[in-house]
Structures are given as structure tokens and as C-alpha cells.
């Protein structure tokens, strides 16, 4: 972008289109939204060349960056990544419309009915990390909710997020859905997430996503209401009761199948009564699949 009033001026202006699309949004069925979501899903994958093209461009300027591996996997989206992503999209749509739920009422002694229902909240910003998958996740779960979202992804992924959003945006003109739903916040600036932080007004509510120092940096800078999120600790758990041999590729699979991301296993925990019979094989099946474990005087030799 320009200098920081240019930037401050085309954020705004996106945060108005997204209040203007809220509002047409809301109304809409569950049908329409639906709809809507398929139609991103099978833009995706028909895009797929030139999501992955703009990904390979994020990905050698994170190489050149001296970027780590772990987060080079967690920016990477190859055909079979975007294809899960498309997929997870169609099951968001087959997911029960939350808008107009009824979760409690009443009725008065003089006829009157009180109901709380669900309805959505607006404009949602995201605010994320490196994972360009996210931009797409964040954009379809809001969709069905009935909220406008504005994505501010990293710069890492800035090529990515991009045109996963045109794509997405693009597929909205045959829907009922205005493409004004999905925005990407302008800008790679620190300043960009700033003046998102402070759109009172123009923003509802914003969502961090990411690590503990992104979560705090929101929370502590917004004047918008925040949906603080947690930083995480996957725990796996084995009981004495448990089928060891099962336990252990349980184990083996949430650290190993794919070690960049979130939910990957980051906490081990074995049952007392069957920590020394149950500990060294499954020390040992970490091991061989190159995982380093940390513990106390009870664990270590």
C-alpha cells in the first residue's frame, strides 16, 4: 500500500462493504447460503492451478526469508490440501443453520413469549497466522453464520490469501450471496492489523487466531470486542485401562502424521499403574519416528 492515511482509507472502505453485505447477508436462507458455500468449493478446486502458483510464490520468498520448515509445511497448499480444503467447505454447508436457533424461552403469565435466539453478529475480523487454509475456513464458517468477514492474514501468505479470496469472491456472483461478504484487509503493515483493531463501529467483533503473542497483542490493542482464543496444548491421555497397542499408534499419529500443525499432540500423559510397564514401548515408537520427549526425573534413565 501507499502511506498510512492511504491505508487507513482503503481499510475503512472495505469495512463499509462488509457492513453493507452484513446487513443483505443476515437475511438470507439457508438454501441461499448453502448454495453458496458449494459454489466456493467448486471454484477452489477449479482454481487449483493458480492457488497453488501464488502458494509456490509465498513459499520461495519464505525459503529465501530462512523460514523453518515447520512453518514452510504449515504455509504450503498443494492440490491435495486444497482439495480437503474444498471438501471441508461443502461440510460446513451440510452443517444445521445456527441463525434463528431457539436456545431457551419462556412464556409470561400475560401470553407474552421471550425467546433468546441465535443471530449473527455482523462484520467478523480475523486476524491469523501463517496458514492460508485458514482464510478459507474463517470465510465459510462465517458465511453460514450469516456474518460479513474481513481476513487478515499474514504477509507470508499474502499471495495466497489473495487469490483464494478473488476465487471465493468470484464464485459469490452467481449466488445470492454479495461478494462483499469475504474481504481481505488491505495491507501487509503492522499498521493495517491496527487500524482493524480500532474500527469500532465498522467491526463487531474480532477473532485472533495464532500464537500467544498475536492473541495478546489484540486483546490488549483493540477497542473492537474480542473473542479471545487459547494458545493450545494437545494432550494425549492413556488410561490403565486402555488397549496399549492402540494407545500407541493413537500416540504415533497425533505427533507424527503431520508435526506443524495446531492440533499435533504436544502433552503426554500415561496412567501410574501402567507407566512402567506402558512407558518404555511407547518411548520407543516415538523414537524411531524421530520425536525428542522432555520429562522430569520419573521419566528420564
Same mark, same amino acid.
Given at each position: 500500500?501507499?502511506?498510512?492515511?492511504?491505508?487507513?482509507?482503503?481499510?475503512?472502505?472495505?469495512?463499509?462493504?462488509?457492513?453493507?453485505?452484513?446487513?443483505?447477508?443476515?437475511?438470507?436462507?439457508?438454501?441461499?447460503?448453502?448454495?453458496?458455500?458449494?459454489?466456493?468449493?467448486?471454484?477452489?478446486?477449479?482454481?487449483?492451478?493458480?492457488?497453488?502458483?501464488?502458494?509456490?510464490?509465498?513459499?520461495?520468498?519464505?525459503?529465501?526469508?530462512?523460514?523453518?520448515?515447520?512453518?514452510?509445511?504449515?504455509?504450503?497448499?498443494?492440490?491435495?490440501?486444497?482439495?480437503?480444503?474444498?471438501?471441508?467447505?461443502?461440510?460446513?454447508?451440510?452443517?444445521?443453520?445456527?441463525?434463528?436457533?431457539?436456545?431457551?424461552?419462556?412464556?409470561?403469565?400475560?401470553?407474552?413469549?421471550?425467546?433468546?435466539?441465535?443471530?449473527? @453478529?455482523?462484520? &467478523?475480523?480475523?486476524?491469523?497466522? *501463517?496458514?492460508?487454509? =485458514?482464510?478459507? !475456513? %474463517?470465510?465459510? $464458517?462465517?458465511?453460514?453464520?450469516?456474518?460479513?468477514?474481513?481476513?487478515?492474514?499474514?504477509?507470508?501468505?499474502?499471495?495466497?490469501?489473495?487469490? @483464494?479470496?478473488? &476465487?471465493?469472491?468470484?464464485?459469490? *456472483?452467481?449466488?445470492? =450471496?454479495?461478494? !462483499? %461478504?469475504?474481504? $481481505?484487509?488491505?495491507?501487509?503493515?503492522?499498521?493495517?492489523?491496527?487500524?482493524?483493531?480500532?474500527?469500532?463501529?465498522?467491526?463487531?467483533?474480532?477473532?485472533?487466531?495464532?500464537?500467544?503473542?498475536?492473541? *495478546?497483542?489484540?486483546?490488549?490493542?483493540?477497542?473492537?470486542?474480542?473473542?479471545?482464543?487459547?494458545?493450545?496444548?494437545?494432550?494425549?491421555?492413556?488410561?490403565?485401562?486402555?488397549?496399549?497397542?492402540?494407545?500407541?499408534?493413537?500416540?504415533?499419529?497425533?505427533?507424527?502424521?503431520?508435526?506443524?500443525?495446531?492440533?499435533?499432540?504436544?502433552?503426554?500423559?500415561?496412567?501410574?499403574?501402567?507407566?512402567?510397564?506402558?512407558?518404555?514401548?511407547?518411548?520407543?515408537?516415538?523414537?524411531?519416528?524421530?520425536?525428542?520427549?522432555?520429562?522430569?526425573?520419573?521419566?528420564?534413565?
Amino acid at each position: 500500500m501507499g502511506d498510512s492515511g492511504d491505508e487507513a482509507t482503503a481499510i475503512r472502505e472495505v469495512c463499509l462493504r462488509a457492513r453493507e453485505a452484513s446487513f443483505d447477508l443476515s437475511a438470507l436462507s439457508r438454501a441461499r447460503k448453502d448454495a453458496a458455500l458449494r459454489a466456493i468449493a467448486d471454484a477452489l478446486q477449479a482454481h487449483a492451478s493458480a492457488i497453488v502458483g501464488a502458494n509456490a510464490t509465498d513459499l520461495e520468498r519464505a525459503r529465501q526469508d530462512g523460514t523453518s520448515a515447520a512453518l514452510i509445511d504449515r504455509l504450503a497448499i498443494t492440490p491435495e490440501r486444497l482439495a480437503a480444503i474444498a471438501d471441508a467447505v461443502r461440510e460446513v454447508a451440510e452443517l444445521p443453520d445456527p441463525v434463528g436457533e431457539v436456545l431457551r424461552g419462556y412464556t409470561l403469565p400475560n401470553g407474552l413469549q421471550i425467546r433468546q435466539l441465535r443471530v449473527p @453478529l455482523g462484520v &467478523v475480523g480475523m486476524i491469523y497466522e *501463517a496458514r492460508p487454509n =485458514v482464510t478459507v !475456513d %474463517a470465510a465459510a $464458517l462465517c458465511l453460514k453464520s450469516g456474518n460479513a468477514v474481513l481476513l487478515r492474514g499474514s504477509s507470508s501468505a499474502y499471495n495466497s490469501n489473495t487469490v @483464494l479470496v478473488d &476465487v471465493m469472491r468470484a464464485a459469490l *456472483a452467481d449466488t445470492d =450471496v454479495p461478494a !462483499d %461478504a469475504i474481504n $481481505l484487509v488491505p495491507g501487509t503493515s503492522h499498521e493495517s492489523v491496527k487500524y482493524l483493531m480500532t474500527a469500532r463501529g465498522l467491526v463487531d467483533v474480532l477473532i485472533p487466531r495464532g500464537g500467544a503473542g498475536l492473541i *495478546a497483542s489484540v486483546v490488549e490493542g483493540s477497542t473492537v470486542p474480542v473473542i479471545e482464543t487459547g494458545v493450545g496444548n494437545c494432550h494425549v491421555y492413556v488410561d490403565q485401562h486402555a488397549n496399549q497397542d492402540m494407545a500407541i499408534d493413537i500416540l504415533v499419529n497425533s505427533k507424527t502424521q503431520r508435526v506443524s500443525v495446531c492440533n499435533a499432540a504436544e502433552t503426554f500423559l500415561v496412567h501410574e499403574a501402567i507407566a512402567e510397564e506402558f512407558l518404555p514401548r511407547a518411548l520407543a515408537a516415538l523414537h524411531d519416528r524421530g520425536v525428542t520427549v522432555h520429562g522430569d526425573g520419573r521419566l528420564a534413565p
